[in-house]
Each structure stands twice: as C-alpha cells, then as structure tokens.
C-alpha cells in the first residue's frame, strides 16, 4: 500500500498508475483523507479573493539588532511571531497616520 508522505510523491503515484485512475484515485483518496482529485474543475463562477487589498509583500528591510531583540521579546511574551508584531506595529502607525518626529539634537 502506498500512502502519500509530501506533494512530491505525487509524481511518483501519477507514474506508477498512469495507466488506471481508478488505483491512482484510490491511492490519493487514501493519503489525502478521502478526498478524489477532480480531472477539471469549474472556475467560470469564481469570484476575485475579497482580502487581496491585505495580501502581504516580502521586502528585505534592515532594523537595528537591538529593535529585533525588543520585538522578539514582546514575542515571548505575546506568543504573536516577532514579524508579525513588527507588522501589527506598523500597520497601526500607517492606519492612524502617525507622523515621524524626528529630533536630531
């Protein structure tokens, strides 16, 4: 019996029973609780994701060591990753347009 351990096996079902959907499909209902892969599924009723405006992007930023260890604290603390309370931080200064105030004396 063969189970599905990572996608990447999914290769290695699809060749071994490239000749019969019916044990490949019994093969990937096994590994994936149940559930059959449909040949094509129907997008035309689809509708856009509603949470695009909130996708987040990946950038490369430098912050301070001693910010990092601040927010990794705050994260032991929490239980909220040290990223993502950078993120709720800044988000908050972006929603309430917070001003910089800088004073280099």
Request: proline content about 2%; some cysteine; hydrophobic content about 35%.
């Amino acid at each position: 019996m063969l189970f599905l351990f990572h996608e990447s096996d999914a290769f290695l079902i699809n060749y071994i029973c490239k000749k019969s959907n019916y044990y490949r499909n019994e093969i990937l209902s096994r590994s994936i609780g149940g559930a059959v892969m449909k040949e094509e599924y129907d997008f035309s009723k689809a509708r856009k994701n509603p949470y695009t405006n909130k996708l987040k992007k990946q950038i490369t930023i430098n912050i301070d060591a001693d910010t990092i260890d601040y927010f990794k604290s705050q994260s032991k603390f929490s239980g909220i990753p040290y990223q993502t309370l950078i993120n709720l931080y800044l988000s908050d200064c972006a929603e309430k347009k917070r001003q910089l105030q800088i004073n280099w004396n």
